[in-house]
């Protein structure tokens, strides 16, 4: 029998989250005492690691709490109902992967495109790209205010900002 700090402990978790966990309804205390404080069991044990594990593989409680659901009633299941929920999960996943990535690709053009330098961001490569009317987010480099170029004898490339 453990009192929640003692499981919190085990769990390496603090007490508050095993009242959080208990408040969303996946764990409650197998009992209590005639002082009120909340007795944890081996069994409680079990179920609390249970959910930590599947929060560390990415499950929201909500999921977790079908899951729970599903191993007290694992006869009236089967593996394809799991395995139907972890590549659910999977594929969840893999597009956040797929909208971070392009979240990185588009900051990092604009950060390319950008000279970071001291000056005034009246021309500012980024400002300007967010604030184009065009729905995919391009940022062309800017010229040095500074920079002499005869555009008409010379054959020269926009460089960023130094």
Request: hydrophobic fraction near 40%; charged fraction near 25%.
């Amino acid at each position: 029998m453990y009192r929640i700090g003692e499981l919190a402990d085990l769990c390496e978790v603090k007490a508050d989250t095993l009242r959080f966990y208990e408040k969303h309804g996946l764990l409650s205390p197998s009992s209590r005492t005639d002082a009120g404080y909340r007795v944890y069991t081996q069994a409680d044990a079990a179920r609390l690691r249970f959910i930590l594990r599947a929060k560390a593989v990415g499950f929201t409680l909500s999921e977790i709490s079908e899951l729970l659901s599903i191993d007290l009633d694992k006869s009236n299941w089967a593996c394809a109902d799991v395995k139907g929920r972890v590549e659910d999960k999977l594929a969840q996943v893999e597009a956040k992967i797929a909208e971070l990535t392009h979240f990185k690709t588009s900051l990092q053009t604009l950060a390319d495109a950008c000279c970071g330098g001291p000056r005034s961001a009246e021309h500012c490569s980024i400002l300007a790209a967010l604030e184009s009317s065009s729905a995919q987010v391009y940022a062309e480099p800017h010229l040095d205010a500074y920079q002499a170029v005869d555009a008409q004898t010379a054959d020269v490339k926009p460089q960023r900002d130094v």
